[in-house]
């Protein structure tokens, strides 16, 4: 570093610095601070000494030293008329700091400091970072099982009384504050089903499924809201979901019944439409499934033996889901 037309006072400060970077790398810490300070008390003018202090401050996990050697840092800056990078930088490790301590609302304050003055890539994903944690710490204190049982209590009565909007509005409410009650979902999926909104309520059917995969009633509401979309081959598969669960169940075995019979009601339009599915198409441009399915034609019982091979099961689910093939 070229130290030509420096006062004495400010080239041995830069000697100190060097001294105190040498030390830093090797991560003897309390020999690197003395220098960065010895360099701070030579010239007091430099944003650059403050931001090494906080470094070292933030590589000994003394945070909040941290964070008063940022400000003296940004104070130093504004008064020199130091380059916005060096004060943006000194807000990052601000808000850097700020997280290790969990305190993540003031460390988005400063990272968006920091992207005022200077922006970069690494802390606008910070900033990302920084926001999702806060939302996801504010859904988290949110949650409250005893007033999501009051409001799914609501949203019963509003369904009983047939105001499905405003019931829905409840089990919302409700599903905030316990987000992993699975009835939740599917008493929702049964108002957007009566709102004839069915993409929703399949969403929410699909939740609840994933969320308790034993709950009959999700499965056979999913079979229902499928079955009025006319998607009967995927509506027959939530049936035998639901009839694994309780194979004396009712409204499964009807359903079933009724998806069965539409699925194989015109044997050509169900070929026409499965040949349009790319995902089918592909299937059966596979050299080693056509192998396969020409030995469940000669012999039925091969398909038991394929279906241990997971990728060959998902392949042949999707081609009974289709109307393709049929197991009896």
Request: net charge neutral; charged share 35%; proline share 3%.
């Amino acid at each position: 570093m070229a130290t030509q037309g420096l006062s004495q006072n400010k080239q041995e400060a830069l000697k100190e610095k060097e001294l105190g970077n040498a030390a830093y790398k090797l991560k003897d810490f309390g020999t690197a601070l003395q220098h960065y300070r010895s360099a701070v008390t030579l010239d007091p003018t430099d944003i650059t000494f403050h931001n090494n202090i906080a470094a070292v401050y933030f590589e000994q996990k003394e945070f909040r030293k941290c964070i008063e050697e940022c400000e003296k840092a940004v104070e130093v800056g504004r008064e020199n008329r130091a380059d916005y990078k060096l004060i943006a930088k000194a807000f990052t490790r601000t808000g850097n700091a700020y997280r290790r301590l969990e305190d993540y609302k003031s460390a988005k304050t400063y990272f968006e400091k920091s992207l005022s003055e200077h922006r970069t890539p690494e802390v606008k994903s910070l900033l990302s970072d920084t926001e999702k944690k806060i939302k996801e710490i504010e859904r988290l204190e949110y949650i409250d099982p005893a007033k999501a049982e009051e409001e799914k209590e609501k949203g019963n009565e509003f369904f009983k009384q047939g105001d499905y909007s405003t019931a829905v509005k409840h089990y919302s409410e409700a599903i905030k504050r316990n987000p992993d009650d699975a009835k939740l979902y599917s008493n929702r999926a049964a108002c957007y089903t009566k709102l004839a909104a069915f993409d929703l309520g399949l969403k929410d059917c699909e939740t609840c499924c994933r969320l308790d995969e034993g709950f009959i009633k999700g499965w056979i509401r999913k079979g229902k809201i499928l079955q009025v979309m006319q998607k009967s081959s995927e509506a027959l598969t939530a049936y035998q979901k639901a009839l694994e669960i309780d194979p004396n169940n009712a409204e499964a075995l009807e359903g079933y019944r009724a998806c069965t019979m539409a699925v194989h009601a015109d044997p050509k339009e169900v070929w026409k439409k499965a040949m349009n599915d790319p995902e089918v198409q592909q299937i059966l441009k596979d050299p080693a499934m056509r192998v396969i399915l020409e030995q469940m034609q000669s012999d039925p019982k091969a398909v038991q033996e394929h279906l241990k091979n997971p990728q060959v099961a998902s392949k042949i689910q999707k081609l009974l889901e289709s109307g393709i093939i049929q197991i009896y």
